[in-house]
């Protein structure tokens, strides 16, 4: 089946630095990206979807400043979290497909875990 | 809005049977989904329905009704591994996936 990756799986930072999170599909091509975050006893909230070769689109809400994302390459998707704060401590997931008109084809990473002190 | 409709907590007992309900509010509807989701990890894929009706898979059964905007997920023969939250996802007309809040499913032997 298809995996999808992520690295760190935890980071610990101090509040004011920066943050990247790889987000790799490791046996398919991912056209589209999508990246969440899932406070404690919440479910998910989509972020933002990412397209290999163009910008991110954010939902509302989501400062596209502090949180960039770039999708290089067809197997690749990064989110940097900049100028991190406490707040900003989360389970952030990506997931990964194909084509987003096949619901079923939609890989999720196994998570990373931030914790901004 | 798009709103999806969950019970936040239920508790069952081993090798019994429990069934957790979702509603939904979509703008259209390309399919619900329901994930289970251990503490810590990352959603896995348990079902999808697009058509009216059931559709069983071993243990588990996920129900639809597209009339009402309803669903539920039936879990059999419960074992302690399936202590879990459960998530009901609808995508919607833009292939947008709507999650719903979870529901925390406490296994007792």
């Known amino acids: 089946g298809a995996v999808v990756s992520q690295h760190p799986s935890w980071v610990i930072c101090k509040s004011g630095t920066s943050v990247k999170i790889e987000c790799r599909s490791l046996d398919f091509q991912a056209t589209t990206m999508f990246w969440y975050r899932q406070f404690p006893k919440q479910s998910l909230m989509l972020m933002a979807t990412s397209n290999e070769g163009s910008k991110a689109t954010y939902e509302q809400g989501v400062e596209k400043d502090k949180f960039l994302i770039n999708h290089a390459s067809l197997t690749l998707s990064t989110l940097t979290v900049t100028s991190a704060h406490p707040e900003d401590s989360s389970f952030y997931i990506c997931?990964?497909?194909?084509?987003?008109?096949?619901?079923?084809?939609?890989?999720f990473g196994p998570g990373t875990r931030l914790t901004v002190t | 809005g798009q709103n999806i409709d969950q019970p936040t907590e239920m508790t069952a007992t081993e090798g019994a049977i429990v069934q957790i309900n979702c509603t939904y509010q979509?703008?259209?509807?390309?399919?619900l989904f329901w994930y289970q989701q251990h503490a810590g990890e990352a959603p896995t894929f348990l079902s999808y329905?697009?058509l009216d009706g059931l559709e069983e898979k071993g243990r588990f059964s996920s129900f639809l009704s597209r009339s009402k905007g309803y669903s539920y997920l039936l879990l059999k023969e419960l074992q302690m591994k399936d202590s879990a939250s459960y998530l009901c996802a609808v995508m919607d007309s833009n292939y947008q996936l709507i999650w719903g809040a979870g529901t925390k499913l406490i296994i007792k032997p």
């Open positions: 329905n697009v």
């Open positions: 979509t703008s259209g509807f390309n399919g």
């Open positions: 997931s990964a497909t194909t084509s987003r008109q096949s619901p079923l084809e939609q890989y």
